[in-house]
């Protein structure tokens, strides 16, 4: 089975994608992602991949009869992709060079501007998951790219308060963010010619960083080639104050947050809200949900978090913020040093 199922409480969709109980689970000796397997090129620095396993694809079947005049169902059109970051089994965004990293910004902006050709396609999410503690099932350093049909709900609501907030004041909501961290200052982790990192005031994680560019910019084809490669610092200085914070594998959800695609188009699905301005008021932007509040301690989104999007911050971020900076600043001497 693969459809969407429309939830008329949260007007949004719900993917169903009965493949993917057959993802493999951790293997230990026999990884796909590896030069040797068959499925990858002998030899490659960065490499997108289809998914073995989507949830969304561009020859999704009919959805099942089960469709009301209450419930919706639609096909589960779109594209699921891997972003495979290294031919290194055991390497990592923070561990990678910032010339590879440059590499891996390119294919994403690439797969960007290749999946937004698709008309059908309303929204590219960029994202990776890292760790166990996240449901990463397998270990070799990869993101995901996946094309929806749709606005997703979470976008969705950014976009509008974005909207709303520039037809009150003339201004973008997330530069005016910026600058409210960048002048607070002890919430801020890094700041590059280009883009800033800091924890925000509203995040729902002790460790919830933010990085975002400081140009008006709505995503990835619109940076120069100076501002990619600040991206790429920034990504890997970032990572390594988190893996240096309590000196492990530190694991997070990472996601790139950009301006819908092809919003001229008639969503075929459902009225979930379109935005042809986008670029004018939205403003590119990644957010990373890192799930530790101390070294061996998870924070997990029980009944209020899942239930009533009520978020419970269990530290204030004045007090983890100066934590993090100080590992991504050491870390940055190392890399200064190493000349990485």
């Known amino acids: ?13 719900t993917m169903v994608a009965s493949n993917r109980q057959g993802r493999p689970q951790m293997p230990k000796d026999d990884c796909p992602f590896c030069p040797g397997s068959g499925k990858v090129p002998e030899d490659y620095d960065v490499y997108q991949y289809d998914n073995d396993f989507p949830a969304l694809s561009q020859h999704p079947p009919q959805p099942d009869d089960v469709a009301t005049g209450l419930y919706q169902t639609a096909e589960a ?5 891997v972003i495979l970051y290294s031919p290194d089994h055991h390497a990592s965004l923070a561990q990678l060079s910032v010339s590879h990293l440059r590499k891996l910004v390119d ?5 960007f501007a290749a ?6 396609h309303q929204y590219i999410l960029i994202f990776e998951n890292r760790g166990p503690e996240v449901g990463v099932t397998m270990p070799h350093p990869h993101g995901q790219i996946y094309a929806y049909p749709y606005v997703p709900q979470k976008i969705r609501v950014e976009l509008e308060a974005c909207r709303d907030h520039h037809t009150a ?7 005016d963010i910026n600058r409210e961290e960048t002048s607070f200052q002890q919430r801020m982790l890094l700041e590059t010619d280009s883009f800033v990192s800091y ?9 919830g960083a933010f990085i975002s560019s400081k140009s008006h910019t709505s995503n990835l084809l619109q940076f120069t080639s ?8 920034m990504l890997k200085r970032v990572t390594a104050g988190m893996d240096a914070l309590f000196d492990r594998e530190f694991p997070y959800m990472m996601v790139l947050h950009q301006s819908p695609v092809n919003q001229d188009v008639a969503n075929a699905t459902a009225p979930t809200g379109h935005f042809p301005d986008a670029r004018e008021f939205y403003h590119f932007h990644i957010e990373f949900y890192p799930p530790l509040r101390s070294k061996d301690r998870v924070k997990y989104l029980a009944s209020s978090e899942s239930g009533a999007w009520a978020p419970c911050n269990p530290l204030a971020v004045e007090d983890t913020a100066p934590q993090l900076r100080a590992a991504i600043l050491k870390r940055g001497e190392e890399f200064d040093h190493d000349g990485c």
Do not use: H, V
């Open 1 to 13: 089975m693969a459809e969407l199922r429309y939830n008329p409480l949260l007007k949004d969709w």
């Open 77 to 81: 059109y779109g594209k699921c992709e």
């Open 107 to 111: 294919l994403w902006a690439e797969r």
């Open 115 to 120: 999946l937004a050709q698709d008309p059908a």
């Open 169 to 175: 004041t003339g201004s973008c909501l997330i530069c």
């Open 199 to 207: 924890i925000p005031f509203f995040t729902d994680y002790p460790y």
């Open 226 to 233: 100076e501002e990619r490669d600040d991206l790429a610092k």
